[in-house]
């Protein structure tokens, strides 16, 4: 079956300092991820996607690499602040629907 | 702007018990429409999900039933509950191909007692 796992389930920063979140996939055929931010309680909610044609993607604060021959996502989050808090989890399509990571849990300390 | 609802928001019911969650969704025209359980530690698990009205597909085999009455809603029922159902239900949609990015709704925290 597929798995996506990260490698660190839990992480703490500093606030303004940069965190880096991480995921490794299984599936050497998706060609389509995205990261998911969700606070407690509440829905995941979507912070950036990544097509397979491509290494980097950039939004606001948060850039997403992509390395295809190791089949490793990150999550790059610039001058982490408070709102960061929360669980990080990464998702990629194969076959006929999208798999789901655990999540990292992202603290951050004021 | 497109908004997903969910509800209730939480529901705690006993063993044996019916259940339905209902997910609409709004500003968006023949969404694909999905379901999802978040266990405690563990990754979404997809439930069920929809590319039309009265067109369901499974991919767990359960005790639970989706149903697709209108375009924009979404229905999750099951005749009797499992403690082991108990869980966080999130609905979410997606535009277009069912690969494109999917949004979530604010889920439902379901505890069988």
């Known amino acids: 079956g597929e798995s996506v796992g990260l490698h660190l389930p839990t992480l703490s920063v500093q606030e303004g300092d940069n965190s880096i979140i991480n995921c490794a996939y299984s599936n050497s055929a998706s060609d389509y991820f995205i990261w998911y931010k969700q606070e407690s309680g509440k829905g995941p909610q979507f912070i950036i996607d990544?097509?397979?044609?491509?290494d980097k993607r950039q939004g606001q604060r948060v850039t997403v690499l992509l390395n295809k021959t190791v089949k490793h996502l990150s999550l790059q989050i610039a001058a982490t602040q408070p709102g960061d808090s929360a669980v990080y989890f990464c998702?990629?399509?194969?076959?006929?629907?999208?798999?789901f990571g655990t999540g990292t849990s992202l603290t951050v300390i004021p | 702007s497109q908004t997903i609802h969910q509800w209730p928001a939480t529901l705690v019911q006993p063993v044996g018990s019916p259940l339905s969650l209902e997910c609409t969704v709004e500003?968006?025209?023949?969404?694909?429409l999905y379901w999802y359980r978040q266990a405690a530690g563990r990754g979404l698990q997809l439930l069920f999900y929809?590319?039309?009205?009265?067109?369901i597909s499974s991919e767990v085999p359960q005790n639970l039933s989706a149903s697709r009455p209108q375009d924009r809603q979404f229905i999750l029922s099951s005749k009797k509950l499992l403690l082991s159902d108990s869980g966080f239900y999130l609905c979410?949609?997606?535009?277009?191909?069912?690969?494109?990015?999917?949004?979530f709704g604010p889920g439902t925290r379901l505890t069988v007692l």
């Open positions: 990544i097509r397979s044609n491509m």
């Open positions: 979410a949609w997606s535009g277009g191909r069912v690969r494109n990015e999917q949004f």
């Open positions: 998702a990629y399509w194969a076959g006929n629907q999208f798999y």
């Open positions: 500003g968006t025209s023949n969404p694909n």
């Open positions: 929809s590319v039309g009205i009265g067109q």
